[in-house]
């Protein structure tokens, strides 16, 4: 199994969530697929959502599982709902297209 990593730092990643998501693609089409948005404890310490949830799994032994459960619940109803900053994703498409990233 291929260990889990952040996609922004490559540090092991502690948790990776699949969820559903839909889109328009350039002609206006609704595209339906699945988004996955990774927790890291050095890329998301400054989140406020992710602040509960790396607090519980930082803790040992790990908490009981309904305090984990909500804490995801609460982490992952925040970040679905982000969007990408579009300077930021014109940058880094920049960096893609010439090689740089």
Same mark, same amino acid.
């Given at each position: 199994?291929?260990?889990?990593?952040? +996609?922004?730092?490559?540090?092991? #990643? !502690? /948790? &990776?969530?699949?969820? %559903?998501?839909?889109?328009?693609?350039?002609?206006?089409?609704?595209?339906?697929?699945?988004?996955?948005?990774?927790?890291?404890?050095?890329?998301?310490?400054?989140?406020? +959502?992710?602040?509960?949830?790396? #607090? !519980? /799994? &930082?803790?040992?032994? %790990?908490?009981?599982?309904?305090?984990?459960?909500?804490?995801?619940?609460?982490?992952?109803?925040?970040?679905?709902?982000?969007?990408?900053?579009?300077?930021?994703?014109?940058?880094?498409?920049?960096?893609?297209?010439?090689?740089?990233?």
């Amino acid at each position: 199994m291929t260990p889990l990593v952040c +996609a922004r730092c490559a540090a092991p #990643a !502690l /948790l &990776a969530a699949r969820y %559903p998501h839909t889109w328009h693609n350039g002609s206006g089409e609704r595209v339906e697929g699945l988004r996955e948005s990774v927790l890291c404890a050095s890329c998301d310490t400054d989140d406020p +959502a992710a602040a509960p949830l790396l #607090a !519980l /799994l &930082a803790v040992t032994p %790990p908490p009981p599982s309904p305090c984990l459960a909500n804490a995801v619940e609460v982490w992952l109803t925040t970040i679905r709902h982000r969007v990408p900053d579009p300077t930021t994703l014109d940058t880094e498409e920049t960096l893609w297209r010439t090689g740089d990233l």
